[in-house]
């Protein structure tokens, strides 16, 4: 069956550690991206890519980094440098960037 | 940036009654989405509405680009229609790229 794979499903980290969540999909889709989401919060981009080796910043890309070098493969590393990490990541892809977006199950990533 | 604004924040319902949730933006959009996130984080595209009125079983949405609203209608509510629901709307950015942009989203409890 066709869709996105995220993971894991719960990820722990220490604080200062880079960590890399992946996000695959076999959708043959061009576009994919990253959101997060806090509790009780809407979704926010944090990047995203229309076609392999390219990739755009969302509205809160700093402490994050990704890469696009498949077109089934987007993922995203939180870094050091992100402030407040803890959150629930979710992957999307569509088959251009104006159409239906369809997304993984998530990550939820903690940092103690 | 655009504003998204989603009403009622919370629901609750009995099992059987109907709801409508509105979703109002503050500018002009290409597209607009509906997506249901239940009790688990995932997130289920539910419409892909630009205009007009489209429907599915028992759910149906009508989004009116020029009054900058859409309404999603739930009839005859059951318990596992019980989650959060987003709406998020496209804006045209440099280079012609998409983004969507997503609400803070409406919570919604059906009681059996």
């Known amino acids: 069956d066709g869709g996105i794979t995220q993971s894991p499903k719960y990820l722990f980290r220490k604080e200062g550690q880079n960590v890399t969540l992946s996000c695959e999909q076999n959708l043959n889709h061009d576009a994919m991206y990253w959101y997060r989401q806090d509790p009780g919060q809407g979704l926010r981009l944090i990047y995203y890519?229309?076609?392999?080796?390219?990739?755009q910043k969302g509205d809160i890309a700093e402490g994050y980094s990704v890469s696009r070098e498949k077109k089934e493969s987007f993922p995203l590393t939180v870094t050091s440098a992100q402030k407040n990490p803890t959150a629930f990541y979710l992957c999307?892809?569509?088959?251009?960037?104006?159409?239906?977006?369809?997304f993984g199950n998530g990550t939820r990533l903690t940092v103690t | 940036g655009i504003q998204v604004e989603q009403s009622p924040p919370d629901l609750i319902l009995q099992e059987g009654a109907n709801s409508t949730l509105r979703c109002n933006f503050s500018d002009s959009v290409n597209n607009l989405q509906w997506f249901h996130q239940n009790p688990w984080g995932q997130l289920i595209n539910l419409f892909y509405?630009?205009?007009g009125t489209k429907q599915n079983g028992r759910l149906s949405a009508t989004t009116v680009a020029t009054e900058r609203y859409s309404l999603l209608y739930i009839s005859s509510s059951q318990t596992t229609d019980s989650g959060v629901y987003f709406c998020a709307v496209e804006r045209p950015t440099q280079g012609g790229s998409e983004k969507l942009v997503f609400g803070k989203g409406m919570k919604l409890t059906v009681n059996p």
């Open positions: 509405i630009p205009s």
């Open positions: 890519s229309q076609i392999v080796n390219d990739f």
């Open positions: 999307a892809s569509s088959i251009d960037g104006q159409a239906p977006l369809h």
